[in-house]
């Protein structure tokens, strides 16, 4: 999270560090320089083909949907009516087109924010050269941050998440002692219920790291996501006859005892 924290901010503040000063030489309206924010936060964020090669080709086409809905929402500004009404079938072909597949996802995202911020923004027909500009360095910058300066650790972020999907299992059973220990506090039972999601979280985390490891093979990437499924199955199939005895009148204890 820190990552793409860092990614975002960085790509979003370099494509506007860029975009203003010339659209202040080209004496275009500085709100422009939103549209370099959205692409870039778009790029960064929205981007997640399986190989880095196609992550690589998805941002550098992300202004090209952007650019669409630009000249679509530019050219019907003169049009009130046609104007909004066209925001409808934007938003379908933006829904509908994410169906073929993550690029499409994030083609649709962008060209979505693309015709909603012209909407606001209401641009003349000839700041759209300025508005293309503005999108191709937005992508740019994403391109730049992600694959360049803040790149992609898929291997350290698996070695860490495996420790981390191990301490969490570990701290379940701690939960499941404490819940044991004090039926009756809900404030064990709550924490018990969010280490349950948190294990589930960083499973499905792990597993989308599994698919980023373009040094391994398909066989590889499917027997490692198949050993993090085992580890969560084995501890949810645990955690359920665990609570059952936690909940009978005399289990309480002897679990209890058991996990420590």
Known sequence: HLRTAVRVTGATALALLVVLPVLGLLHQPLPSGMVSAVVAINSAMAVNDATERDRKITTLLMPVPAAISLALATSTAPLPVLHVALF???????????????????????????????????????????????????ALSA?????????????????RGRRTLRAQVHNLLHDVRDVAQNPDVRRHRNRLQHRSVRLNETALMLENTVQQLDTI????????????????LAA????????????????GGAVAHAIM
């Open 143 to 159: 391109y730049l941050l992600r694959f360049l300066l803040v790149r992609d650790d898929p291997r350290g972020v698996l070695d």
């Open 88 to 138: 409808l079938p934007v938003i379908f072909v933006a829904t509908y087109i994410r169906r073929f597949g993550p690029r499409y996802f994030a083609f649709g995202m962008v060209a979505f924010m693309g015709y909603f911020f012209a909407m606001f923004l209401r641009p003349q027909l000839a700041q759209l050269p300025a508005l293309v500009f503005a999108a191709v360095c937005g």
């Open 217 to 232: 093979d398909e066989t590889g990437r499917e027997l490692l996501r198949q050993r993090i499924l085992d580890v969560e």
């Open 236 to 251: 949810e199939n645990l955690l359920t006859p665990l609570m059952r005895l936690v909940d009978h009148p005399s289990g």
